[in-house]
T-cell receptor, first 111, second 117 residues
Framework: GAGVSQSPSNKVTEKGKDVELRCDPI?????LYWYRQRLGQGLEFLIY????????KSGLPSDRFSAERTGESVSTLTIQRTQQEDSAVYLC?????????FGSGTRLTVV | AQTVTQSQPEMSVQEAETVTLSCTYD???????LFWYKQPPSRQMILVIR??????QNATENRFSVNFQKAAKSFSLKISDSQLGDTAMYFC??????????????FGKGTLLTVNP
């Protein structure tokens, strides 16, 4: 597609539920990144994919967070047993080299 | 570990005037990239300008320019002829090759810029 697409745009979930956030990168972009942006903060790196593998998962905050990518395309970020501190905007970006294109993010609210 | 500091949480400027946003960073690396991103209420991060550390010449993009001081580890953004559409959060970011093609970004906390009519 023309840009990076993320869905859903907004998600409200109850504490303890699992959520899945989806990212569709730009076709042909081999690198894909997930970032988290808490209210009033900058973006925090979560995970990097090169193709289907994730050589850098250093930013995942706990084992409740996981991500996968299939076919060098769609990526899914899963948060299990959500907590209120997981409330944030989750942004995805894709890249060929060091030039990023970001999606518009998913705003996750845990109530 | 790299850190990026933006010391101005909020700034305001009158339309058509010039404003400078500050950014400092800390790294032990010699080759890296610096960026300014704009985030309007739509949430999408938009690249404003990019600077490669090995280039001494300051990057410019139309009304946007940077003052890159490598020794001081400073990377400020100047916006000339400010427009109402420039109102947004501005983030300074740092990247280096973290292995393979991993160019993960480290962001500052942002500066909220308001352009007043």
């Amino acid at each position: 597609g023309a840009g990076v697409s993320q869905s859903p745009s907004n998600k409200v979930t109850e504490k303890g539920k699992d959520v899945e956030l989806r990212c569709d990168p730009i076709s042909g972009h081999t690198a894909l990144y997930w970032y988290r942006q808490r209210l009033g903060q900058g973006l925090e790196f979560l995970i990097y994919f090169q193709g289907n593998s994730a050589p850098d998962k250093s930013g995942l905050p706990s084992d409740r967070f996981s991500a996968e990518r299939t076919g060098e395309s769609v990526s899914t970020l899963t948060i299990q047993r959500t907590q209120q501190e997981d409330s944030a905007v989750y942004l995805c970006a894709s890249s060929l080299y060091y030039g990023y294109t970001f999606g518009s993010g998913t705003r996750l609210t845990v109530v | 570990a790299q850190t990026v500091t933006q010391s101005q949480p909020e700034m305001s400027v009158q339309e058509a005037e010039t404003v400078t946003l500050s950014c400092t960073y800390d790294t032990s690396e010699n080759n890296y990239y610096l960026f300014w991103y704009k985030q309007p209420p739509s949430r999408q991060m938009i690249l404003v300008i990019r600077q490669e550390a090995y280039k001494q010449q300051n990057a410019t993009e139309n009304r946007f320019s940077v003052n890159f001081q490598k020794a001081a580890k400073s990377f400020s953004l100047k916006i000339s002829d400010s427009q109402l559409g420039d109102t947004a959060m501005y983030f300074c970011a740092f990247s280096q090759n973290s292995g393979g093609s991993n160019y993960k970004l480290t962001f500052g906390k942002g500066t909220l810029l308001t352009v007043n009519p």
